[in-house]
Nanobody, 128 residues
Framework: QVQLVQSGGGSVQAGGSLRLSCAPS????????VAWFRQAPGKEREGVAA???????NYAGSVNGRFTISKDNAKQTVYLQMDNVKPEDTAMYYC??????????????????????WGQGTQVTVSS
């Protein structure tokens, strides 16, 4: 069992930046991939970005070029740097991890069912 702890988020004006963080509550010795998903009110949870244990990254088209996912292996922390945010980025953001899901380059193809461990969620609100 992996418990993911999220931090960051909050309110920002359009065009601004925010950084989200996600780390396991205890050290995890097995390699795993991590993804960020988001869910706006009344909408389904959608993928945002993902990073594999080997560093391969993937992004949903709606955030490609604006968001950056990265990780600090020593801290076992994954970051989502959100730049040039838009009001439509407003949502609850969740990080997720899995030991078996492989993140590949190319069109986004990951779904919530690909990840077995989830963070508590953090709200991001972008005002125009």
């Amino acid at each position: 069992q992996v418990q993911l702890v999220q931090s960051g988020g909050g309110s920002v004006q359009a065009g601004g930046s925010l950084r989200l963080s996600c780390a396991p509550s205890t050290y995890v010795y097995t390699k795993y991939s991590v993804a960020w998903f988001r869910q706006a009110p009344g909408k389904e949870r959608e993928g945002v970005a993902a990073i594999d244990s080997d560093g391969t990254t993937n992004y949903a088209g709606s955030v490609n070029g604006r968001f950056t996912i990265s990780k600090d292996n020593a801290k076992q922390t994954v970051y989502l740097q959100m730049d040039n945010v838009k009001p439509e980025d407003t949502a609850m953001y969740y990080c997720a991890a899995d030991f078996f899901t492989k993140v590949l380059a190319g069109p986004w193809a990951l779904s919530i069912s690909d990840f077995g461990f989830w963070g508590q969620g953090t709200q991001v609100t972008v005002s125009s």
